[in-house]
């Protein structure tokens, strides 16, 4: 039985084996009547070719690949597809969306671009890194041949510095790309004219107070708030077209008055104040709704951020700090009796407020005040209010600062968060204030002037980390606005000792504007 089974097993791999040979032979032995077409040469040359382009949106583009065929090329079809390998969306735009696509997929949609051999085209796709691809194919074979190049397109904004000035012909908004700030740039250059070259019959009316950049990180949004105090607009990022005009601003009731400031932003939550009342838009949205506050009133005179995205106001009608919940629509008043003042009883006007620096905390909180009492005078609250409910906000001094020179005089404040670090401004000088927040004593120095004919209108650190550079760029430069009566304005950038604040004999950079400057931000798209 077991040589039966072995004699079969033999007998079958005999049989395979002849009918293996049997099929070789014949396809050995096969002389059918074929026809055979030699396509010669048919690829795309890649030797010593560029293989990377960057561009501005809504620019033209032209390429011509180094392709290789020796037959036919009336047979050919050409095709230029442009594909991105992950969606990109920096915010609205009045011109389309472009092309994005997972170039990765098996099943992607035709994007095509051209049917030419020779690319000319206008790139009009959103910014971001594409995959050009050019493919040609033989219509008589089916034969392809294909190759790609990486393809960056950049903004018509981009990442610069945004000034907003006005002039006799009216407000506007120009870009300052540098190489302090973008460490991928090798010289200075300018965008003038952003805003109203896209939007020429959409002046901003009255006088121009605040230019705000604003990201909402868990949304991947981006715009810019330009205002006035009659006026609002909210731009796209991408090319300074308006997005939102002031009645899109607002969910339900749109308010009757138009005095928007005191816009801030964090992460993905937007507060802003109109004539006194607190908004507040949550998770991404962008209409904002109005907080409320029981059995009282209040009128809301600027904000900040605290824990999370709580957020804090000052009330200049009852001069007290009010707050609001993550998710609350309701205003309440702080109640917290804390060691140096009453946050529910400052009984003072508020002058200006912006994070400083307290003992290695960049969470702190700055704010100057004027007493309407005792002559007005000049006092600096530093406090902690990065906590989860207001009653466990901390003071860390009520520090009367009235001695230091000309202090009655400043209308614009710099605080540094990496180190103790206050500037203020007169229209004739720059101080530097010289405090101590464990004593409460100040005292201050004249550290920069400007030139003859010029008055200062604003004073800013640079409070962004830069692009593309070895080392931060935040509190690295005080920026110094000022205005001529030859109708000119400009920008002196002067290095700031990030510890102490001490100013570099000579500015690192001057920018001219054609207008009185009203405010700055920073793009870093």
Not at 10 to 29: N, P, R
Not at 30 to 39: P, R, V
Not at 248 to 255: R, S
Not at 352 to 358: E, F, L, V
Request: glycine letters at 8%.
């Amino acid at each position: 039985m077991r040589g039966e089974v072995i004699m079969k097993k033999y007998t079958s791999i005999k049989v395979i084996f002849l009918l293996f040979v049997m099929g070789l032979t014949a396809c050995l032995d096969d002389e059918g009547n074929y026809n055979y077409a030699d396509l010669g040469n048919f690829y795309v040359d890649t030797v010593g070719i560029q293989h990377t382009y960057t561009i501005k949106q809504f620019s033209s583009f032209a390429l011509t690949p180094k392709f290789i065929y020796d037959g036919d090329k009336s047979v050919l079809k050409y095709k230029w597809e442009l594909y991105k390998s992950d969606e990109p969306y920096i915010g609205p735009s009045s011109y389309g969306t472009g092309f994005s696509h997972d170039y990765t997929r098996d099943d992607y949609p035709d994007y095509t671009i051209s049917t030419e051999r020779e690319l000319n085209v206008k790139i009009e796709a959103i910014p971001g890194a594409y995959y050009l691809v050019f493919t040609a194919t033989d219509t008589t074979s089916g034969l392809k041949t294909t190759m790609d190049w990486r393809l960056t397109v950049e903004g018509v904004i981009g990442s610069g510095l945004a000034v907003l000035y006005k002039n006799a012909g009216g407000s506007d908004i120009d870009i300052v790309y540098s190489p302090l700030f973008n460490g991928s740039l090798t010289e200075t250059s300018y965008n003038r004219n952003a805003y109203s070259t896209v939007n020429p019959t959409r002046p901003l009316t009255g006088e121009p107070k605040e230019l705000v950049s604003a990201i909402y990180a868990s949304y991947d949004l981006y715009y810019l708030y330009m205002t006035s105090g009659e006026d609002v607009v909210r731009l796209s990022s991408i090319d300074m077209s308006i997005a939102d005009e002031f009645d899109g601003l607002f969910a339900g009731k749109i308010p009757a008055v138009k005095d928007l400031n005191g816009i801030f932003v964090r992460n993905y939550n937007t507060f802003f104040i109109n004539n006194g009342v607190a908004y507040k838009a949550n998770s991404g949205g962008l209409q904002l709704t109005p907080m409320a506050m029981k059995n009282d009133d209040y009128y809301a005179v600027a904000g900040n951020t605290t824990w999370q995205v709580n957020s804090l106001f000052y009330d200049g009608l009852h001069r007290r700090f009010i707050f609001s919940k993550m998710w609350s629509a309701e205003i309440d008043p702080v109640i917290n009796s804390a060691a140096h003042f009453d946050f529910g009883n400052v009984g003072k006007d508020l002058i200006h407020w912006s994070n400083g620096y307290w003992q290695s905390d960049n969470q702190i909180n700055y704010c100057f005040f004027k007493n309407p009492v005792d002559d007005g005078k000049r006092y600096m609250y530093v406090f902690v209010a990065d906590k989860s409910t207001a009653s466990a906000y901390t003071s860390k001094c009520a520090m009367d600062i009235s001695a230091c020179p000309d202090i009655a005089l400043a209308h614009s404040f710099a605080t540094g968060e990496r180190g103790p670090v206050v500037f203020y401004a007169t229209d004739a000088n720059v101080y530097r204030m010289n405090y101590n927040v464990d004593d409460a004593t100040s005292s201050a120095t004249a550290v920069w002037t400007p030139a003859a004919g010029e008055v200062i209108t604003r004073i800013e650190l640079f409070k962004n980390a830069g692009l593309n550079l070895e080392n931060s760029t935040k509190d690295k430069y005080l920026l110094v606005a000022t205005y001529s009566s030859t109708g000119k304005g400009k920008i002196y950038v002067i290095e700031s000792d990030i510890s102490s604040g001490v100013l570099g004999a000579e500015p690192v950079a001057v920018y001219e504007f054609d207008g009185r400057i009203a405010d700055f931000d920073f793009i870093a798209q």
